[in-house]
């Protein structure tokens, strides 16, 4: 008998095995049908296999589906990363489907000639309507237009006979992009970079590399380059670029477009569903060369992926925190090994753990110094707040406000940098010192002043600012705490009121089209002070942005989780690389408190060196990562006793196990959010433990109760 391991998209912890019939010829990556109870349901064939009897009836397979199989590989994939993040193998199969979900784009309506045949009266505008048409076919309106007459005229010859209507359906062409089409001209680093990207490509097997270089030294034309010669080797190759923040895909595009003469492919949830399945069937189809991504992209079934590039690796946006639990840079090293594939990690600011695996001569290590064109790197001085303190309820210091000046009298144009959303981040009472904080959630709700409500950051929930205290009953009471970026924004509109000033943050900019026309702007140089949030701190190239203002640099500093550290120099580096990209000098200026700390000193200095080693010393006294491992399960519910047994008996039942210890439980730092209590326990491992099987046999051993939900982070990012 032949039996099918079928991964169906249920957290349950292996795929269900199902008879396969008699007639019913089954491999690896099918979809299917199988019953489950008194349901069908669509799941995978992970495996078939032929077994002498058994014990137990199986149910047998119902029907193969005539969906796309998913290519071997992809499969392998799944397995692995279901495995690697302790997920389940069907929930990961579902996200490979996902695009295939989608409904089908409407085939689109258009009109032809039907054979020889003429109108019974030929007026002038049914001429013109034959005479634009031709032998084509074309959209009703299209025509009506072509020709210069209302849509009735085509309608006519519609009803008369004289044209027909077919409907086509819509497969999406994706051109093939054209290796020669404007190649760049590279500078001697790039073209070595390029060189050897391009080589472990043509090499074959798996080859991954750190392509490591400042802002503006042109690592998006080395990569593409390397991906050019791949695709002159291999016209079949196929080439995936996942980019942390949709708000840059539309640049990249357009670069791609530029170099190759034709667009990629787009992939991430901003893209419409029909598209995004035409983009599924031609990566499976191996239609689509080049497709440019968020990191749900590394779901799609490439049959031929050859290079994968994550551009901006650093960025805390590629790990995915809600739904299945994964790091898009990580699952992307993963894949191109079962792919046997090259892989490029870019980044001005390399995570460490990256660092570390370049340093060890696992990644290929290749260093872009020069500074591509005329820009240089800006002048970064800090600004010491105990010497120059602002005004009470005021953010900007003297020294700063003067850059602005200077900067706006010259016409150039001023970043400041405040990654903090909203007008305050705490509202208090001044009579009895009650925090306004959501009902259901204990994180505090952030003043929107654009919107007049208090918001909580979490959950999205948000109320209108009451008049009375809701702890006290006083009467306007309430005082706006510490500046967000429209405060920041007020104060730089008082001061100049001339200038023309904008916000960037998720609120001002929530989706990649309103994004795009703010950057946009920015770039033609439409505003002349830009207050914004880290959104604006990625990638972006505006050519006269001349000076950076950090309004808080301690801000980050102060996150008291592992990586607050390496975030700040990233975030501050990425930020302050922004100014003097073309032929002006830039500078930046960075407002702290405390311009002794060891990162500000070294971002000061420019010295990334000085500040890598440091923190690596500092993780490797802890056995932190790269040093060792964590993971972190969370268990939430209503019930917070329910919760709490669970936790203890989680803590009670730890396997043995050397160079591994685990912490807690503890409240999680956000005890309690939408009315679900949570606790945390965190395990640290060395690197060489074995941390997914040790977390296996653990929660092997604990029943968890249907009220309480556990969620498994391995290498948590977020301490939250
Ligand atoms: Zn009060």
Redo the contacts with the bound molecule.
Sequence with gaps: MKVASVLIPLPVPEAFDYEVPEAVALARGDQVAVPLGPRLIRGVVAEVRETTGSNRRLKAVEQVLDDPRLPERTVDFVEWAARWTLSAPGEMAAAALKGLRAPRPRPERRVRRVGERSPAKLTAARAAVLEALGPRSMPGPDLARAAGVSSGVVKGLVDEGVLEVVEIEAVAAFDPPDPDHAPASLNPDQAAAADAIAEAVTGGGFAPFLLDGVTGSGKTEAYLEAAARTLKTDPAAQVLILLPEIALTQALIERIAARFGAAPAEWHSGVAPPKRRQVWEAVQAGRCNIVVGARSALFLPFVNLRLLVVDEEHDGSFKQEEGLVYHGRDLAVARGRIEAATVVLASATPSLETLWNAHQGRYGWLKLAARHGAAVLPQISLLDLRQAPPDPQTWLSQPLREAIGETLARGEQTLLFLNRRGYAPVVL?R??G?RMTAPDTDSWLVEHRYTGRLVCHLTGFSMVRPKL?P??G?ED?LVSVGPGVERVEEEVRQLFPEARTAVFSSDTAPDGKSARALIQTMAEGGIDILVATQAAAKGHNFPHLTLVGVVDADLGLRGGDLRAAERTFQLLTQATGRAGRADKPGRAVLQTWTPEHPVLMALAAGDRDAFVEAEMAEREAASLPPYGRLAALILSGENAAAVDKVARELAGSIPNAERLEVYGPADAPLALVRGRRRKRLLVRADRDVDLQGFLRAWLARVKIPASVRLNVDVDPYSFL
Excluded: L
Aim: net charge neutral; aromatic share 0%.
């Design positions: 009472c009579a009895c009650h205290c702890s006290c006083a009471s």
